[in-house]
């Protein structure tokens, strides 16, 4: 299955810190991909996880349960420019798919 | 290093009529991959190229879309005749190897089709 589940919006005060959570079905799973898309811009890679844990990458961390089909995105210390489309993509046989995106607005 | 490159970035056409873009891939990336993403939707894999070969076409309208990857370097995606539901943001991406789980996707800026 391909199903891709993550939240629609978010919304954060810069400063803190949001976890967008991603889940899936476990069935041909490579790895999860973590990118980011500003309106009107191309996906940019922010992370991947191929195996169980976390992953953190300066202000950015990336968590995975491959027995639960679990995935989340961590931002910290959130900054204006973080507003953004935040993409989930599940990795079967090198082939991503994607879910429908995370709105993360932040606010002043 | 130069990233993916795209052509046209915006386009506005009839429906029925015929569309054309072109990409080109990070220099040295094996795979090349088109997908389609429709406005508030995550993006959608049309067609895979390993080289100049299709690996995945199983999700590309045949009846209206086609795709070519000549030299194994540059492609083409074509519309033709486009529908209104066409209008979406075409991606570009590139891996340098493809078919590994840690193999890494690099988009190019997309087109903007409109059909009208």
């Known amino acids: 299955g391909q199903n891709i589940d993550q939240p629609t919006e978010m919304t954060a005060t810069e400063g803190a810190i949001v976890q967008i959570n991603c889940t899936y079905q476990t069935s041909g799973f490579n790895g999860l991909f973590w990118y980011q898309q500003h309106a009107g811009e191309a996906p940019t890679f922010l992370s991947y996880?191929?195996?169980?844990g976390l992953e953190e990458k300066g202000r950015f961390s990336s968590f995975l349960s491959r027995s639960k089909g679990y995935s989340y995105l961590l931002l910290k210390e959130l900054q204006m420019k973080d507003s953004a489309s935040y993409l989930c993509?599940?990795?079967?046989?090198?082939?991503?798919?994607f879910g429908a995106g995370t709105t993360v607005t932040v606010r002043a | 290093e130069a990233g993916v490159a795209q052509s046209p970035r915006y386009k506005i056409i009839e429906k029925r009529q015929s569309v054309a873009f072109w990409c080109n891939p990070i220099s040295g990336h094996a795979t090349l991959y088109w997908y389609q993403q429709i406005l508030g939707q995550g993006p959608k894999l049309l067609i895979q190229f390993q080289n100049n070969g299709v690996v995945d076409d199983s999700q590309l309208p045949k009846d209206r879309f086609s795709a070519e990857r000549l030299k194994g370097v540059d492609s083409t995606l074509k519309i033709q005749p486009a529908k209104l539901e066409d209008s979406a943001v075409y991606l570009c991406a590139s891996s340098l190897v493809g078919g590994f789980s840690t193999d890494t996707q690099y988009f190019g800026p997309g087109t903007r089709l409109t059909v009208l």
């Open positions: 993509a599940v990795s079967r046989g090198g082939k991503l798919s």
């Open positions: 996880n191929v195996l169980d």
